[in-house]
């Protein structure tokens, strides 16, 4: 199964409010990271929080991480309709034969003109 | 700044043909991954190599092969394509596992 889990699956909301999009995960973490997919396009990286990090910014984007809760959540404050892509969330996890990031299904973000 | 390059972006293949995705990256990066992406999802793992001389199995490795060539490149092997392996086929690189992963432009196969 998914270790992490987008929340909502799409979100249609109007040029200029702000988007929030949630990811819940299962196991002991050592970073999560959040990347945006234009479509048809590749993966770009946004964020990276740290397990010991409860809140990082980037421009019109905040990351919160809450490791009680297994949980992080991406706002976008402000959106342009350039921010109209998908949203993955990706888990780097604990352990030396971890080697990989686990992925979510994403939520797609429409932003209306 | 070339970052991650993967060819061919498009490809056609019939069942049963053979095909290599190559990838190349430029950041002197340790890792990397080739993953598969179906309509509408997330993404899947198909193989990953945490250091030049190293190859491990994702979450759906049959089917496929993956070569570490050297530090700077990491095939992707179909040795008989099947139409379940119709889909958008990434590669990314990190410079350490578990870090910031990026990301090609992706090829997009059709297996008919």
């Known amino acids: 199964s998914q270790q992490g889990e987008e929340d909502p699956q799409a979100l249609s909301i109007q040029e200029g409010e702000n988007a929030t999009m949630n990811c819940s995960y299962k196991t002991s973490i050592n970073n999560l990271q959040w990347y945006r997919q234009n479509s048809g396009r590749g993966l770009v990286h946004l964020i990276l929080?740290?397990?010991n990090e409860r809140e990082k910014h980037s421009g019109r984007l905040r990351v919160t991480l809450d490791t009680s809760k297994k949980s992080s959540s991406l706002l976008i404050t402000a959106s342009r309709a350039a921010d109209t892509a998908s949203y993955f969330c990706?888990?780097?996890?604990?352990?030396?034969?971890?080697?990989?990031?686990?992925w979510g299904a994403g939520t797609k973000l429409i932003i209306k003109p | 700044n070339a970052g991650v390059t993967q060819t061919p972006k498009f490809q056609v293949l019939k069942t049963g043909q053979s095909m290599t995705l190559q990838c190349a990256q430029d950041?002197?990066?340790?890792?990397m991954y080739w993953y598969r992406q179906d309509p509408g999802m997330g993404l899947r793992l198909i193989y990953y190599?945490?250091?030049?001389?190293?190859?491990d199995k994702g979450e759906v490795p049959n089917g496929y092969n993956v070569s570490r060539l050297n530090k700077r490149e990491f095939s992707l092997r179909l040795e008989s394509a099947a139409p379940s392996q119709t889909s958008v086929y990434f590669c990314?690189?990190?410079?350490?596992?578990?870090?910031?992963?990026?990301f090609g432009a992706g090829t997009r196969l059709s297996v008919l």
């Open positions: 990706a888990t780097g996890l604990v352990g030396d034969s971890n080697y990989q990031l686990i």
């Open positions: 950041m002197n990066h340790n890792s």
């Open positions: 990314a690189s990190s410079l350490r596992d578990r870090d910031i992963q990026y």
């Open positions: 929080i740290r397990s």
């Open positions: 190599s945490a250091s030049e001389g190293t190859t």
